[in-house]
């Protein structure tokens, strides 16, 4: 029985491991719900869709044509849609990436189904039940989805992959007609230039504070961010006294941010600057003082002379990340 | 104590009066309205509100002069979020200004039925009598927030035009004429310069504006200097901070107290007020003629709520906000000898009128914008809006109720000024005589010029639980001011460490700090609760909507 | 060119999150509700085009109850033409019902652009703007950071993880703002009182049966207790240790 339709994506022809994240989530649903998982592979003649049955995929339906190798909205969502409403899906499943964001809208509209996004919970034991942050993350909301078909977009990070391995057998499935007269067109994607890498867009973020005593002594911040591949950030009081430009500063009145690691170096932990970074995945926290407010929210926190133990955690990075 | 000691006034900068009182053409993008309250509190609103009503029943009788637009001015991003009292209300003015409404529409909480006053030891609290002057059977618990935000309303829908977000940073005169106001810019950066949602100032003109910009009001301090115009005493304040909690305890009465954790040469006390069964109120307000150079309020604050009165409902409990603001204690001797001129009248706690043995302010406010109502109404009617037109806001204002009250107690708070039991001892007296006793005025002088001593301040570690940093304080203001505009604080050339040590130690928010002898100021974190413009530093208007953002205080 | 912009009132986003009584909506006492930060950058970028081109009306649109006449007042005092408030006292929380209503008022419009926040900040959907383009069956790009308009053609960009898609398309269209596409203005003096004279008209709305109901709202547990992994330098590799194996974060 069609049960559950996965749109996966890619970038270059390759299949991005959100993907793999989004076909966790629905097999454990699928086995929940007692039926199969089928994978939609959009993308360019090139696309590799190899081994998507040890994810979890009972079928992999597979269009490929240059002409879709960029994120073409209205044709991606036309063959989804269409798809799904051909072989009778009831649930339609992707990541809430930019483009699931796009993409989940337009396949529910065209089903005439509700959609629920950014999902961290999906179960489907006692019907079909989500949960969501909303309020930017302040309160949960747990839905059921009382109509199918329905569209899931799911929180990346949030699910595990692997699962007991499926056939995963490739079937092929026609673009369909060309883009031609196509109301919009995706026509580039543009690689950013090698610029500063913002703070609140970071997956790792390392800040500093008044700990650090002054401005010169950023460049121990600045060497462990770039080891990890993460941004600066700095609390208000540095950016007050001038020693870091007020974009980097995280806190209530600066960025808010949510990477998965931050590392508080020397930062107390006031208020406003906990707001900006308590809904990190995993927050290290190193600071002289163990009485540090920060320490309350770390994670992971080390106590000591920060100008002893930043080096030497630059360092240990480097290894392991060379290694 | 050290013999050293320290006089803030000496260091203080004077007011900015260039920048306060604008002469020359208005621009020709003004906005022209035909009565402007500057400030939308109790006293700004109640104002239009009644001045709204008497056109419009005047119209009906067909009187003139019919047709006329009314704005009031906020600074605040929204009605309400600087306004911060205790509160325990007296509703008088509320029956006056609304009589088809019934008692139980008013925004307030809960009526007062119990009280109680202790005088507190560290670990101790001693039930004391409640002197009459503090009784308030008939009044009610209420957040000014919400006060605010309720005239508010009553004021949209019958026709003010109330704008919140612009703050008032000049007086525009002629001659001796208030001719309106010039709103301040907003969008600068940091060095002043404007950045890309840059919106400048633009000139409001009114043929009478009435400055009700609440304690420590800069325009009316402007005028009042501008004009001469002198008050017997000079105007004292205390300041308040106060905090909100959500209780697992509930609170039953109304509670103040004395004594611990204040000095005896330190004027003031604690209140703890019930909102909702789990909801309280909880503050401290202590005289800023103060003798202590580090006397900090907000620590005092910390430490009062570990006493064993308070902490059992605190316990486990949230702290849900914070805030500060400064009180005119000034009484009767502090009046402005006119509270009027050409084209302006002052109003509410601009011009003092705060009853401290009874702790009540808001409903002398609201009245004293009622009766400036009356007169600009009358006045706009014989199209004659000069001082002598008026100075019938003043007339009403000594004949009523405000004047009285005020009269009764008019040296009750200067008794205090040399200390805690001789001040309680006159304050009886007073209440005995009807305020006949000692008879004469006692002289006063300003805050500024109370010499401090070092006395050195006790570390003071907050738990995070039940006591707070003042940063963490100041988050719970809901201040989120632009971190990159201009400061609005004027601050004297040269700060010795003695005085910042002072500064930082008398702000509550931690606008000031002293770092290696050296004054550190935090423009941002300003809750505009205007202690310092009272001890130090001048304060000054921000873009609007800056400073706190207090939701029930 | 005609506008619609579609906008949303919502708390603000500093607010303190309490759950209702019913355990399924947020205790709305003493909360302060706002114009959608996100609706903020569609009203301007709506002004800015009109500005530019010289001609046009700018027709704020929000669906709610009678509160939502303030929320449109805020976008006019912003400098928008005038508004209309799709009446109704529900609150959906499936975005394909208000989609439905706003598509059906936008239809009527004869509309050269419809803009719209990206996402309202407090359910989070980001569904409703596409959702309405493919209802409509008109081009639309959503979350986008950069658009330029030449010739009854449009050329948008949106920022995808890690670079920028550029999307050409025809108009009518549907747009989505993405935070960085402009900086609102504030509404000045004059626009505040020239707001309350324009016209926003009010429509009682029907709306569609939900394909989903909300079961709860709950705050989200407190983390999990953090600990010291040890002192000083000495230390770092049982941390590396822990974010390695533990926490996988590196």
């Given at each position: 029985m069609a049960g559950v339709l996965v749109v996966l994506e890619q970038r270059s022809g390759t299949l991005k491991s959100v993907s793999h994240e989004v076909l966790g989530a629905a097999r454990t649903l699928a086995d929940e719900l007692g039926v199969e998982v089928h994978a939609l592979a959009i993308g360019p003649a090139g696309l590799k869709v190899d081994g998507l049955g040890e994810y979890g995929a009972d079928k992999v339906l597979c269009c490929r044509s240059d002409e879709l190798e960029l994120y073409q909205a209205s044709r991606y969502a036309g063959l989804a849609s269409g798809l799904a409403d051909a072989n009778g899906y009831q649930i339609v499943m992707l990541a809430t990436t930019a483009l699931g964001k796009d993409l989940g809208p337009r396949i529910a509209a065209k089903l005439g189904a509700p959609i629920a996004g950014d999902l961290t919970h999906i179960s489907g034991n006692d019907g079909l039940v989500v949960m969501r942050p909303v309020f930017a993350g302040k309160a949960t909301s747990t839905l059921k989805i009382t109509s199918t078909p329905c569209v899931l977009s799911v929180r990346p990070n949030a699910f595990a992959t692997g699962c007991v391995a499926r056939d995963g057998i490739v079937e092929d499935v026609s673009p369909g007609d060309s883009g031609a007269g196509a109301q919009a067109v995706t026509i580039a994607v543009k690689e950013p230039e090698k610029a500063v890498l913002d703070v609140a867009e970071a997956s790792i973020v390392v800040s500093g504070g008044r700990g650090l005593k002054e401005a010169e002594h950023f460049q121990l911040v600045e060497e462990l961010a770039s080891a990890l591949g993460g941004a600066v950030g700095a609390s208000r009081a540095v950016v007050d006294a001038g020693w870091r430009p007020h974009s980097e500063q995280v806190g209530q009145t600066g960025k808010t941010v949510s990477p998965n690691l931050y590392i508080a170096i020397g930062i107390s932990g006031a208020i406003q600057h906990l707001a900006g970074m308590r809904t990190s995945k995993v927050i290290v926290a190193i600071n002289r003082d163990q009485d540090a407010p920060i320490f309350k929210v770390a994670d992971y926190g080390i106590v000591g002379d920060l100008f002893a133990v930043v080096p030497r955690l630059t360092e240990e990075i480097k290894k392991v990340r060379g290694g | 104590m050290s013999e050293l000691s320290t006089v803030p006034a000496g260091l203080q900068p004077p007011l900015p009066r260039d920048q306060l009182v604008l002469r020359g053409e208005l621009e020709d993008e003004r906005i022209d309205v035909d009565v402007l309250f500057v400030g939308g509190g109790p006293a700004g609103l109640a104002g239009g509100i009644q001045l709204a009503r008497l056109v419009k029943q005047g119209k009906e009788r067909g009187?003139?002069?019919?047709e006329i637009t009314i704005g009031v001015l906020e600074k605040a991003g929204s009605l309400g979020e600087h306004s911060l009292s205790g509160a325990v209300v007296n509703p008088r003015p509320f029956r006056q200004l609304f009589p088809e409404l019934q008692e139980t529409d008013f925004p307030f909480r809960t009526p007062v039925h119990r009280e109680a006053i202790y005088l507190l030891s560290q670990s101790r609290a001693r039930r004391i009598p409640t002197p009459p002057t503090m009784r308030n059977e008939g009044n009610y618990v209420a957040s000014i927030c919400e006060i605010v935000r309720w005239l508010g309303e009553k004021a949209e829908e019958i026709g003010v035009d109330v704008f919140a977000g612009f703050p008032a940073g000049a007086l525009r005169v002629e001659g001796s004429r208030v001719v309106g106001v010039r709103t301040v810019a907003s969008g600068?950066?940091?060095?002043g310069n404007p950045g890309s949602n840059y919106m400048p100032a633009t000139d409001i003109a009114a043929r009478v504006t009435a400055l009700a910009?609440?304690?420590?009001?800069l325009l009316a301090q402007a005028y009042l200097e501008w004009q001469d115009i002198e008050s017997a005493n000079p105007q004292i304040y205390a300041l308040g901070v106060k905090e909100l909690w959500e209780t697992k305890q509930p609170l039953d009465r109304v509670i103040h107290t004395m004594g611990w954790p204040l000095p005896r040469d330190a004027f003031g006390g604690s209140f703890m007020y019930p909102l909702e069964p789990n909801l309280a109120a909880l503050g401290l307000v202590v005289g800023l003629d103060y003798r202590d150079r580090d006397l900090d309020i907000h620590q005092l604050l910390q430490q009062l709520k570990l006493h064993p009165l308070f902490k059992p409902y605190l316990e486990d409990g949230e702290l849900v906000e914070w805030g500060a603001k400064t009180i005119p204690e000034g009484g009767f001797h502090a009046f402005p000898q006119r509270r009027h001129g050409d084209g302006v009248v002052i109003l509410g706690d601009s011009a003092g009128f705060v009853d401290v043995p009874s702790l009540k302010g808001i409903h002398y406010a609201m009245q004293s914008g009622m009766y400036a109502a009356r007169a600009i109404y009358k006045a706009l009617q014989r199209d004659d809006t000069s001082q002598e037109s008026l100075a019938e806001y003043d007339r009403l204002v000594d004949e009523s109720y405000i004047a009285r009250d005020l009269y009764r107690t008019r040296n009750m708070r200067p008794a205090f000024k040399r200390g805690f039991y001789s001040g309680a001892l006159k304050a009886a007296l007073m209440t005995l005589t009807g305020g006949r006793f000692p008879g004469r005025r006692i002289a006063m002088d300003s805050d500024a010029e109370a010499p401090r001593y070092a006395t050195g301040s006790s570390p003071f570690m907050p738990d995070g639980k039940l006591t707070f940093s003042k940063v963490d304080a100041v988050f719970k203001s809901g201040n989120v001011t632009r971190d990159t505009i201009p400061s609005h604080l004027l601050v004297g050339d040269t700060v010795p460490a003695e005085l910042a040590t002072f500064y930082s130690h008398m702000c509550p928010a931690a606008v000031y700090e002293e770092v290696d002898g050296e004054l550190k100021v935090n423009p941002p974190n300003c809750v505009d609760c205007k202690a310092t413009d009272v001890l130090g530093p001048r304060w000054t208007p921000r873009e609007g909507g800056s400073g706190a953002a207090y939701k029930r205080m | 060119m005609k506008i619609a912009v579609c906008v949303k009132r919502v708390p603000d986003t500093e607010t303190r999150i309490k759950v209702g009584a019913d355990g399924r909506s947020i205790d709305e006492g003493g909360v302060k509700f706002v114009l959608n930060p996100f609706d903020e950058f569609a009203v301007e970028e709506a002004l800015k085009l009109k500005e530019q081109s010289g001609e046009g009306e700018v027709v704020i649109i929000s669906m709610g109850g009678d509160s939502g006449q303030e929320t449109i007042r805020t976008a006019l005092a912003m400098g928008a033409d005038r508004g209309v408030l799709l009446k109704t006292d529900a609150k959906p929380v499936d975005p394909l019902v208000t989609a439905r209503v706003l598509a059906s008022e936008v239809e009527q419009g004869g509309y050269d652009l419809v803009l719209f926040g990206k996402q309202a900040v407090d359910d989070e959907s980001h569904a409703v703007g596409p959702m309405v383009g493919e209802l409509l069956g008109l081009a639309s790009v959503s979350a986008i950071t950069r658009l330029e308009l030449a010739g009854g053609k449009g050329t948008a960009e949106r920022e995808v993880e890690g670079a920028t898609e550029v999307v050409e398309f025809s108009l009518p269209a549907v747009l989505t703002a993405e935070k960085g596409l402009n900086e609102p203005r504030y509404p000045a003096l004059r626009g505040i009182m020239l707001a309350k004279k324009k016209p926003l008209e009010v429509k009682d709305v029907e709306l569609d049966e939900e394909g989903m109901v909300v079961v709860e709202l709950a705050l989200p547990q407190s983390r999990k207790e953090g600990r010291i992994v040890g002192e000083g330098p000495d230390a770092v590799p049982i941390l590396i240790d822990a974010l390695k194996n533990e926490a996988k974060v590196i």
């Open positions: - | 009187e003139e002069p019919g600068l950066d940091r060095e910009e609440g304690s420590r009001g | -």
